[in-house]
């Protein structure tokens, strides 16, 4: 089984956590806990599976909510082009 070039034996499968283990290892960056984040920090964040959701799911939310008024937008335009037939 392949293991990561730090000194704890790592799967290479679990990616995340040897991007843990490397940032703790090399920098000395521990994740705050969920109690110390506060705010908007506490439900969008990259630490918990919940804040990355959140995340996810607002960038969607954005790209939906955009592609809406643009199509609304398109629509009103040929709407106004369109010349109404008078016989």
């Known amino acids: ?8 034996r ?3 499968t ?8 490397v940032k703790r290892q ?3 960056i521990e ?5 110390e984040l506060s705010g908007w920090r506490k439900y ?3 630490y918990t599976l919940q804040g990355r959701r959140n995340c996810v799911l607002a960038t969607y939310g954005i790209l939906v909510v955009t592609a809406a008024a643009y199509v609304m937008h398109r629509q009103n335009k040929k709407e106004k ?5 008078t016989a």
């Open 1 to 8: 089984m392949p293991t990561s070039p730090v000194k704890t």
């Open 10 to 12: 790592i799967p290479l």
């Open 14 to 21: 679990s990616f995340g956590h040897l991007i843990t283990e």
């Open 26 to 28: 090399l920098f000395g």
């Open 31 to 35: 994740a705050p806990a969920s109690v």
């Open 44 to 46: 969008f964040n990259s």
């Open 81 to 85: 082009l369109t010349p109404t037939s």
